[in-house]
Structure formats: C-alpha cells, structure tokens
C-alpha cells in the first residue's frame, strides 16, 4: 500500500510513519510511506529537520511542502505570529491560541492532491485523543467528514483512503507503540517554542513528559526546566 | 454579510463576485466581498489580473495566494503542465487532462482559514452545473459535503457557510445574471490557453461563445478563431 503520511518532526507523526512502514511486514510487502511535511511559518520549524531524518530513516522520499505564503492571511496564532506560546497542560482557554486555522483540512486536501497525483492508497495523519478537546480539526468527526468529501471530491480520478491510527489513542499509547516499533524518540521534535532544546514547559513539552511517565518508557529528551 | 469569494477572473467567478456584491442593496446593507485567488502555476495566469480587476470594480479587498510551490506535486494537467489543452466541447475522455487533482478541495480549505482568520460569514465559489459531468469537485454531493466538512473543523472557531449560487445555473444562465448585474464580460477571461486574446476553440472558450449565444446577450469577446 503506498501511503502519503504528514509528517511534521513530533513524536506523534514519527511514530506514525513508523508503524505505517512496519506494518505489512513479514510475507507480505512492506508499506510504501511517502513523507510530507508542511512549512507555514511555524516559529518551530526546527521540527521539519526531525521530518527529514524520519523521511531519511525510513528510506521514504520526502517533501516539504512550502505554505509560508499563507502566514500572513492565515495568522493570529502563537505557533505562527509573535505571540507567546502559553504554558501549562493543554486546557481550553489558553491553548486556544495554539490553533492554526483549518490547518489540518489544508494540510490533508493539498495531501489528496498529492495522492491522486501519485496514485497512492491512502493520506494518513497523526491526530489523537489527546487534542480533541482544543482542536476541532483532530477529532473523530472531522476524520470521518473529510474522508466523506474527498470521497466525493476525487471521485473517478482516485480513491486515497484517510488513515489515522492514533485517532483514540491517547499520547502514551503513542510512546508504547513508537517503543515497540524501535522509534528512536530523540529524533522527534515537540517543543512549540521551537528553541535549542525542548523548553519543557510549553504545553506540548508537559504533554510529552507525562506520555513517557504514563507509559513507563525511558524518555531520552533533554529539556530546559 | 461578510463574504470569501473565490475568483479566478473568469465569467463564472467574476459574475458571482458582482452578484454577491449587489445583494442586499436597497434598505439592507450591501455584503462586503473580499475576492481571492490563487496562482497555482496555471498556464493561463493572465486571468488572475482579471480578478485583480473585478477586486477594484467592486471596491474590494484582493489577495493572491501563492501556490505556486505545488505545482511540481501535483501536476499532469493540462491547465499546470506543459501538454497541449485539447480543442472541443467539454467531454469526459479528453477534458479529463484539464483536471487539476483536488483543486477546489484545497481553494475552499485555504479560503476557508482565511475565513475563519477573519471572522466572515462565508465563503463562495462559482462551480456550475457545466461543470458536473467531468469535474466531481464541482459536483452538489461535493458542495454539501465540503460544508459539512467544515463545519466539524471549525467548530468552536467559525462558522462561514458555503455559498455556490450557481451550482444548478448553466453558464447561459450566469451570463444572464451577469448582464442583469450589469458585469462587464470583456473584463473576464476564460481561455485555457492563456494567450494575447481568446483562442475560441478549447473547452472553455467553445463552452463562452455557446453559453452568449443561448442567453441571447452580445459577446463582447475577440477571439482568434
């Protein structure tokens, strides 16, 4: 199956592309996961360079896809603008300002493009449990909704499925299935803030740290506090 | 109502973008339309200076988003690459070249977040029942699909409409409600092939010359042949 997997440098993604590689494997064929990154003027861009290694891992072509020139119409978020990156868990009113507007419905319909163009069998992307509350483009919903139109959407020119495994898992059970698929979780990248290490305070780093705790794996990151 | 509209330059966009404009004139207020369109590497780049045009016409905010960068994914049309545009009336085997995978999915989904970015009441596109048969995405089940879509990734955020008023029109039709707008037709461009004037044998200038005649307007377009 040759899949088109986003892939932004997380430990989610990677994880992703991983698993999705991995499975098939043994006496049938391995998955053909194709990496695709988007570039839209994150301040932690920094995370496409852990793409690249997982692209480079997996010996899977990759491509960075370059949306910065939307940031200026799209913008008003803390991952795009010079608004502080809040800190604390992931809770409604101040992680608010952590959403791209309609980031994953861009991300994914440029993807289908991309998988009608190669004839690939699927898009997968790496939404979980653990953003559903915030990010309506995460949930259950939206996967299915989307799905439903591309359906429509490309019907007689392809037929992508949308992939998203993690959809109700949540991030710890991300960190068990990276550790049993040999992901090396020091080549991903979390941190909002995008600085020389993780910050270990912003919301994505707090979520990080308990994942590992929650799971009992051994997490290699280096933080700041 | 403030409104997204999709222009390209062609008759179909530009009439859309007038109509809106006018509506609710008299004792309500008028909508307040902000035209957008897209480079996504169209040969026939010359009609985005048309919806730069319609944009001043009606006094309007005018933005082009680049896509440019996409082009090398997704290409194979036509309409991106370097094959020749077909002559002849629109039907399926040899239109299909002219199909850019997921075009509309990926305008609307941007347009969209532009949307929500700035808090508008909806967004439109001029897809028409001419469209039908060989674009899906210009298809009802498409439409009603996109919008349900996104009203499940913005929720919380937004909630634009999707508005595509002339999705059971004919092109007669949006000429008629062009001329009863009062739109200038010599300030649209249709022509796939993007020369100095029309070429009056592809698809889409075939599809123009025919869509004058039946509504019985003058056609105030040159074309070569």
Chains 1, 2 share one sequence.
């Not at 072509?61 to 910065?68: A, E, G, T």
């Not at 440029?110 to 939404?127: K, M, P, S």
């Amino acid at each position: 199956m040759k899949i088109i997997a986003i892939v932004s440098g997380g430990l989610d993604s990677v994880t992703m592309a991983h698993v999705l590689a991995k499975r098939g494997t043994g006496y049938r064929p391995e998955n053909e996961v194709h990496v695709l990154s988007f570039d839209y003027g994150q301040r932690h861009k920094k995370e496409l360079e852990y793409a690249k290694q997982c692209a480079a891992d997996l010996d899977s072509p990759f491509d960075i896809i370059d949306l910065s020139s939307l940031t200026k119409y799209i913008g008003g978020s803390s991952l795009t603008d010079d608004i502080a990156v809040p800190d604390g868990h992931y809770a409604e009113e101040n992680m608010k300002i952590t959403v791209v507007p309609n980031r994953n419905a861009i991300m994914l319909s440029i993807a289908y493009g991309v998988a009608v163009a190669c004839q690939a069998d699927a898009v997968a992307i790496a939404v979980h449990a653990g953003d559903h509350f915030i990010y309506p483009d995460c949930r259950p919903k939206f996967i299915s909704a989307f799905e439903q139109m591309e359906n429509a959407a490309i019907e007689g020119f392809g037929n992508a499925r949308l992939l998203a495994p993690f959809i109700n898992s949540t991030k710890s059970d991300i960190v068990e299935a990276g550790y049993n698929a040999g992901v090396s979780f020091s080549k991903t990248w979390s941190c909002y803030k995008g600085g020389e290490i993780h910050c270990g305070t912003c919301g994505t780093c707090v979520e990080r740290k308990e994942a590992f705790l929650l799971a009992g794996v051994e997490d290699p990151t280096i933080y700041l506090r």
